[in-house]
């Protein structure tokens, strides 16, 4: 393929000099005579090398260059000043010209320069294809964290990507429970298959089915056509049921069909269609507790966790904060082209002594925002004002911690008094409360209250 050369002249005669010297070197040449035509030109066809006269008639050509390197970065701009104009070749080398020759042009001179730029230009795009060939990324290379904590979650994950099964992470919000989910997707023999995410707590009650298992063409009102599910979608990949906790039961026993038959039958059809998926789950809630409430399916539980991995949250693994700082200032600082910002002492004391409820996101989002805000240093005052203050946020912290426990006291006291005054018969403490049988039952047994009669029947998880 010849190489393809775009010149921005507008003196004509000049045009038609640079056009056939090009052609005769064996270069497909384009000519167009503005800055405009120009960028027009480059969003749709791609150039080897641009010739780009400063002079044109609408506008300098210095000012076009940082938006031709915007729109192909690959593509080197060579500058024709005039003679004796020092000053813009250096100034459009500063901008972001490859190169640059001055006027009258020399033929030898030009043929040189172009030569070059495309001689680089075949160099870049062969390292690129090298790299794009590179052994496939292992998909845990993003993690950035070494404490025992949480080194021993990622071997755990490395160690079951491979297999089928079928993976339950646990953390809280921000700990990467996403980001280890698609690393073993990455891993794993389904590599090359899709992973579909379906946030199960995004998804209204009554669309979840339809979103997970499909609908046939008026299977409801508005389901005017057709729809494949997240299952079917998932095929020969991985579905990521993220947020499963706040499953509703109803749904569990569906979801806990479709992973024992590896079939499912779309809303309103009639036919059992084959799903090969591996599950992975997520949720930030103890998902236990959620079982012992009765919150969540016991069977369905037990069938997720073919491995358990939980995320601690960082408070728990503050040894990983100065790595995790690192890496987050290097990358912020090179996405917002920063690269001269430090984190000041005082700004560091801040971040070690918050307790990070948003974990490992939060960490990343205020260090990005400290980048954009400060010029040179990070202070204090680049820090969101909870983290500014950590006296006042840690009294913050336990205050709400005792709340908490104070107002469980509370419950548990009036649970008691309720059960003695009925006789331990829970529907009339439960009448006297206010409350359902159910949720007295759940309270009981959160509490370790030993009640004297049965639990109720639960009918809705069976
Ligand atoms: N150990 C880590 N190293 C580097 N980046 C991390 C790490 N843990 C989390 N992150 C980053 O933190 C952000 C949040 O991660 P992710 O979305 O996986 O969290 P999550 O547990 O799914 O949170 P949520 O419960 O809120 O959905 C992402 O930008 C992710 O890349
Ligand atoms: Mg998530």
Known sequence: MPEHVLVVEDDDSLAFVLRETMSVKGYETDVVPTAAA???????????????????????????????????????????????VRQSATEALRR??????????????????????????RLQQHIAALEASREPQTGFEEFVGSSQAFIRVLDAARRVAPTDLTALIEGESGTGKELLAQAIHRQSLRKDGPIVAVNCAAIPEGLLESELFGHERGAFTGAVR??????????????????????????????????EERKIERVGGNRRIDVDVRVIAATNQHLTRAVDEGRFRTDLFYRLQGIHLRLPPLRQRLEDL???????????????????VTLGAEALQCLWTYTWPGNVRELRHVLEGAVLLSDAVILPEHLPPAIQKPAAQETAASLARSLDETLEDI???????????????QARAAKHLGVTEKSLWYRIKKFGIQARALPPGDDSTS
């Open 38 to 84: 120009l960028l027009e030109r480059l969003k749709t066809t791609q150039y080897d090398v641009v010739l780009l006269d400063l002079r044109l008639p609408d506008g300098d050509g210095l000012d076009v260059i940082p938006q031709c390197r915007e729109i192909a970065p690959d593509t080197p701009v060579i500058a024709m000043t005039a003679y004796g």
């Open 322 to 340: 100065p790595e995790l700082v690192n890496a987050f200032l290097e990358r912020a600082k090179q996405r917002l082209s920063r690269a001269t």
């Open 411 to 425: 419950e548990r006291q009036m649970i008691l008094s309720a059960l003695q005054k009925s006789g331990g018969v």
């Open 226 to 259: 057709t729809r494949v599910g997240r299952f079917e979608l998932a095929r020969l990949g991985t579905l990521f049921l993220d947020e499963i906790g706040d499953m509703p039961l109803a749904m569990q026993a569906k979801i806990l069909r479709a992973l």
């Open 96 to 121: 972001g010209a490859y190169d640059f020759f001055t006027k009258p042009l020399k033929m030898a001179e030009l043929e040189v320069v172009v030569g070059r730029a495309l001689e680089r230009r």
